[in-house]
């Protein structure tokens, strides 16, 4: 089993960078792989997937994201950090963390609970 929780402020200021990280604790280490990424969902709107870190330290990004877009793990706190930079009003959502572990042919996800991110002046 495994656990993912997101922590950050909730409101940030346009043109300023938006930070936040997750927490995650289980057996996921014991996974044969797993993707470590960052979602998000803005009002009325669909997921939006942002990026993520493989077990391997691999990184991808959204293309649409990655200009402005840095996900770092921190493997001696099993903690991800996400930032992102230059934002505006249409970067308020609701931001999750996210663990897909995959052990033979099996695949499962793990979803934190979310954070609202508002950025408002």
């Known amino acids: 089993q495994v656990e993912v929780q997101e922590s950050g402020p909730g409101l940030v200021k346009p043109s300023q960078t938006l930070s936040l990280t997750c927490i995650v604790s289980g057996d996921h280490i014991t996974a044969d792989y797993y993707y470590w990424s960052w979602i998000r969902q803005p009002p009325g709107k669909g997921l939006e997937w942002i990026g993520y870190?493989?077990?391997?330290?691999?990184?991808d990004y959204s293309p649409t994201l990655k200009s402005r877009t840095s996900i770092s793990r921190d493997t001696s706190k099993n903690q991800l950090s996400l930032q992102l930079s230059s934002v505006t009003p249409e970067d308020t959502a609701v931001y999750y963390c996210h663990m897909r572990t995959v052990v033979g042919v099996f695949e499962s996800d793990y979803w934190g609970q979310g954070t609202q991110v508002t950025v408002a002046s």
């Open positions: 870190v493989g077990k391997t330290g691999s990184t």
